[in-house]
């Protein structure tokens, strides 16, 4: 349907244009031309000077004004001449104002693409509690977690950071359990949650074994 009714719009375009140019004959037909070069020579300096970005080169911008002048020019005489010339004022008032809305929207368009995006501020970072105050039981799960982390993609200093930490937890795993943290490493690499092996609390010294001791 579209493009049905923009040929539909180029015919009539074409009719009225051929109307208005025999209305105009010789003297104003001369006149339209020289009226459509002087747009194409505005629109080229105007192209040239533009500090934007092109989107059309310089002849393209020129040919493109004189080309719409000449036949707006040739519309509005066919216009007056067929409808009167009121009908051919309200198509210039009707076309102005469309063309003053379409800009409107396309600037108010182009300022919300180039308007800085609202920086969201960074949620603070968590922060990491040393090994010794965890249980055993979240050492096993961090264990566990950063094991599975150093497969994804993890930048090289979060990949440091984090071969650091886990180095941390089997610090304080073998600390605490040196027995168990044994036979967890015995269990080869097929063990990988260290749950099953170290203890859930550190072994306490029996007071009076020390008083032996000493």
Known sequence: ???????????????VSVVGGIALRGPG???????????????AGVARESAEPRRRSVLESALLAGAVTVVALLVLSGTAMVAGGGVAVLLVAVVGAGWGVARWLGDRRAAVVRAP??????????????????????????WVRTGA??????TP???????????LLLDELERRDPAGFARWMAAGPDATDPAGFVRAEPPRTDPSAEAEAA
């Open 149 to 154: 982390a150093l497969h994804g993609g993890l």
């Open 29 to 43: 037909l001369v006149a339209v031309l020289v009226s459509g070069l002087m747009a194409a020579c505005v629109a």
């Open 1 to 15: 349907m579209s493009r049905f009714l923009a040929g539909a719009g180029l015919v009539l375009v074409a009719a």
């Open 157 to 167: 200093a979060a990949w440091q950071g984090t071969v650091t930490r886990r180095a």
């Open 117 to 142: 995006q609202a920086r969201v501020a960074p949620a603070p970072p968590v922060p990491i509690r040393p090994v010794h105050g965890l249980s055993t039981s979240a050492l096993a799960e961090e």
